[in-house]
């Protein structure tokens, strides 16, 4: 007799529907599991019959055998205990199944509890999609699945629950949808606002610009000036998350395991890996299932390289990609798998290899040469997709300005929001997004410019010696600059601006 | 080229990896170049006099002689690198170099060699001078051509600012180096490509000779024989650039330097020159007015805005001045000063320093 159940096998954010079929023959006893099972799934055989037996269940002395189909699908991880259970369950009749179209996600500890599993946000939305509408999952997974409408799911603490519910016994309550709130920890209650930073004017400005169109930006300073405070206050002038994006990025946490308790991502994930991280480890991949890295975990958010110079430069090669295409695919023998990977990307580095070129303090040791080939460790290529490079003041703030009141992150958020809001409107039919993500065709019909501008544009390449590369970056933050102004043609002070936001080393080939 | 016997002797001669004070003594002891080789062998007692190094070189440079495959390969390497040896003698050999009693035996030369004619001017000064002299610099250098060929070694900081301005628009400058040509500093190579296009590189010493620590000082006396003037950039204590300084006055030329504010580091030398006679200097007209040369050129300064203008008044103030110190003293937004400072900038007005602080040129 086989009995079939539905599983779900996550690859990515996306899956396959699986069916968990078992058949109980006569023959000597024994036991085998088949359909490309890896070694977590092998070892559920283990799990169920003592999770069987410990609830109280008969576990059949027969010849039985589980297929996952389809077969040619590598299975991978604990998540299929459960449906593997209640489809045995159903072949030895336990169970009388009828509840197709349910799906069954869960792991088993040995004394029959269901444990939680990760990626059950993305899965039962993955499967929502080809139409299935019940689902019933551990109960510490409950709250990432209460953000689901239109579907009917049961989280149960053990498989002795599930049972009595699908033999009517003792029904399990539907997990109750919850309304998406973003949090309570919005711009205004940020621990790292903006106004907890004192003076850095022109970085705080280069922030502004550099959200405002979703431009990357570099800082550059001496170390202990604020770097990191100044990375870290980015979440709270980005734009609110919508729902849909907050439930984007909870399904790539939930993969990764790094939901928190609430079972959803309310505030925009900040990610600091150390320069110490592998390729892998940042982009993500892995041997058997493919993780999502860093840039993955940073989706929706901010990924803030401390130290650029630190990192392998291979890894941070291997940053090119996504950063333009806003996804990561990683290839394996099986197929490819893509996470999405759209962050802001904020660096740091050090002016020169002493760390006091601009610093009051302390005098610069270093000669022009040295400093130009400590900038040319960052690579041409990936220096071209940080739009916004600006110094970082090594100045300290006490005795320079007066007391003034440092501005609030909600208000530069205001600003951010307006210039933003500029842009859905002006993308409104295009694929792109925002002003950073803009490309030959959207710039030559958003970035046309006065012959004055022309000529401003042609004596700064003249003068300061500005690559050919450079003028996409400066026509970009141009446009952004002429948002935030409520300009609709770009002017020529806008464009000076553009032009101001580049660290000026020794050598203008490198860093322009 | 064509070379005269006496030529050919030197080139042959300083081929070889001697040490300088041998090449003399063999030069002094001959009547004339032509013998030594016509007799070598009568000079071997000689070579045993002289150190290890230099004496077992005898062997080889007998066997060089015989046939012309080692003269002919010599100047055929040199040929193939677009290298001139100019030895003593030579029509091309600088005048001023002639009563050095040290002088290079042969000057190789890569280039325009026409520029070795003409006043020079020398400019040299510490790698770390600050942004807004090196800009100036830049600008000095390019109104020097009007008089001058502006000759300079090839470091960092003053030198390639000196270079810079040189070469704009079409201009030419003459470099001389510290080592052979196998050496040159690969600081710029853009710059360098430039000066090999339309300059003129200079060597005192074959091209495998690298660069000892005595040889800078070599060439700065070089350097300042040379010249007509030198312009001193900025200079700390110990400053190389005050050795070129020393000798030029020695040799009697005009020395000129950049005046700095009393605490400023790279003052130090700058401003001990001036107290000791040499010529403040702001602009190249102080310079041409030293030399009673009338100076014509005077770009018509570009017309600035009125915040421009008022951003420009305060930064002359005072030197360095950090964005939020210029927003409060002009009362323009920081975010204002970013644009304007940018376009000041182009314009040549103002340099960075570092930092977000500006300094007017």
């Known amino acids: 007799m ?31 599991i088949v359909g490309l099972p890896d070694a977590a799934v092998k070892e559920s055989k283990e799990r169920v019959k003592s999770a069987i037996k410990n609830s109280a269940l008969e576990f059949p002395n027969h010849k039985i055998v589980v297929n996952l189909a389809p077969a040619y699908v590598k299975k991978e991880g604990s998540v299929f205990d459960l449906p593997i259970a209640i489809s045995l369950l159903c072949a030895c009749g336990t169970i009388k199944n009828d509840f197709s179209g349910t799906v069954f996600l869960g792991e088993l500890a040995l004394n029959g509890e269901l444990r939680p599993v990760r990626g059950v946000l993305p899965a039962l939305i993955s499967a929502k999609e080809k139409g299935f509408k019940k689902f019933i999952i551990p109960k510490e997974n409950e709250k990432e699945a209460s953000y689901i409408v239109g579907v009917e799911t049961y989280a149960a603490q053990s498989l002795t629950q599930v049972v009595e519910h699908l033999t009517g016994v003792k029904p399990l309550q539907a997990v109750q949808t919850q309304e998406f709130v973003p949090s309570e920890k919005t711009a205004a209650h940020s621990a790292y606002d903006m106004s907890l930073i004192k003076g850095q004017p022109m970085a705080k400005r280069a922030l502004e610009v550099a959200v405002a169109g979703g431009h990357n930006i570099l800082f550059v300073g001496p170390p202990g000036t604020g770097k990191t405070l100044l990375a870290r206050s980015i979440p709270s002038i980005l734009p609110d998350m919508t729902f849909e994006e907050s439930l984007e990025i909870t399904k ?87 996470y999405p990977a759209d962050f802001v990307l904020c660096a740091s580095m050090n002016p020169c290899p002493c760390g006091n070129y601009g610093s009051k303090q302390n005098r610069c040791v270093c000669t022009p040469n040295e400093i130009k080939k400590y900038r040319a460790k960052i690579s041409g290529p990936l220096l071209d997709r940080i739009d916004i490079q600006v110094e970082v003041d090594g100045v300290s703030y006490d005795d320079l300005v007066s007391q003034t009141q440092e501005e609030r992150s909600e208000k530069v958020k205001e600003r951010a929001d307006a210039a933003r809001r500029i842009q859905r409107e002006r993308y409104a039919d295009s694929t792109v997004k925002t002003n950073a993500q803009m490309g030959e065709r959207e710039m030559r019909r958003y970035c046309e410019l006065s012959k004055e501008c022309e000529d401003v ?56 | 080229m064509e070379y005269s016997s006496v030529e050919r002797v030197y080139i042959w001669l300083d081929s ?71 030895p003593v003698g030579n029509p091309y050999y600088p005048r001023e170099w002639e009563e050095l009693p040290d002088k290079p035996l042969v000057l190789y030369a890569q280039g325009n060699l026409d520029l070795l004619k003409g006043k020079k001017f020398a400019v040299c000064g510490s790698r770390r001078t600050p942004p807004a002299a090196l800009k100036l610099t830049e600008k000095i250098a390019e109104e020097l051509r009007l008089a001058f060929t502006v000759i300079t070694g090839f470091s960092d900081g003053a030198d390639v600012a000196a270079l810079t301005g040189a070469i704009k628009g079409g201009g030419s400058a003459v470099c001389l180096l510290a080592g052979g040509f196998s050496f040159i500093p690969q600081t710029d190579t853009l710059l360098l490509e430039k000066v090999k296009e ?164």
């Open chain 1, 2 to 32: 086989t009995e079939k159940v539905f599983g779900y096998a996550l690859a990515g954010l996306e899956g396959v529907l699986v069916s968990v079929e078992t058949d109980v023959s006569r023959g000597l006893p024994a036991y085998e």
């Open chain 1, 252 to 338: 790539i946490h939930s993969v990764a395991g790094t939901l928190g308790e609430e079972g959803i991502v309310r505030t925009r994930p900040f990610r600091t890996p150390h320069h110490t991280a592998t390729t892998v480890a940042l982009c993500g991949g892995g041997n058997k299932s493919v993780h999502p890295g860093e840039i993955s975990l940073a989706h929706g958010g901010v990924l803030f390289l401390d130290e650029l110079p630190e990192y392998k430069r291979s890894s941070l090669e291997a940053l090119r990609q996504p950063l333009e295409d806003g996804v990561i695919t990683v290839s394996r023998a099986g197929g490819t798998v893509s």
């Open chain 1, 457 to 512: 544009l042609r004596e700064a390449f003249d003068r300061l010696h500005l690559s050919a590369r450079a003028r996409a970056r400066i026509l970009k933050v141009a446009r952004t600059i002429a948002d935030l102004d409520y300009s609709e043609e770009i002017g020529v002070e806008h464009l000076y601006e553009a032009i101001s936001y580049r660290v000026y080393g020794a050598d203008k080939d490198k860093i322009d």
């Open chain 2, 16 to 86: 070889f990896p001697l040490s300088d004070g041998a090449k003399r003594r063999l030069i002094e002891e001959c009547e004339s170049a032509v013998q030594l080789v016509q007799n070598f062998a009568r000079f071997k007692p000689i070579f045993s006099s002289f150190k290890e190094q230099d004496a077992a070189l005898f062997e080889r440079m007998q066997a060089a002689l015989s046939g012309k495959e080692y003269y002919q390969k010599t100047v055929a390497d040199l040929q193939s690198r677009k290298i001139v040896p100019i």
């Open chain 2, 198 to 361: 339309r300059g003129l590189f200079l060597s005192p010493h074959r091209p495998e000779v690298p660069c000892r620590t005595f040889s800078y000082e070599y060439r700065n006396k070089l350097l300042a024989a040379l010249c007509e003037g030198v312009l001193v950039t900025g200079a700390d204590e110990k400053s190389g650039a005050l050795i070129s300084a020393k000798y030029a006055e020695k040799f009697g030329k005009k020395v000129f330097a950049f005046p700095y504010s009393p605490s400023a580091a790279m003052g130090v030398g700058c401003n001990k020159l001036i107290k000791s006679g040499g010529y403040l200097t702001e602009t190249a007209a102080d310079i041409f007015a030293a030399f009673g040369i009338k100076a014509e050129s005077e770009k018509p300064r570009e017309t600035l805005s009125g915040t421009e203008e008022q951003v420009m008044l305060v930064l002359r103030e005072g030197t360095n001045l950090h964005v939020a110190e210029l927003a409060e003293k002009t009362g323009v937004p920081i975010y204002k000063l970013a644009a304007i400072l940018s376009s000041l900038e182009i314009k040549g007005y103002v340099v960075r320093v570092g930092g977000n602080a500006y300094a007017a040129v």
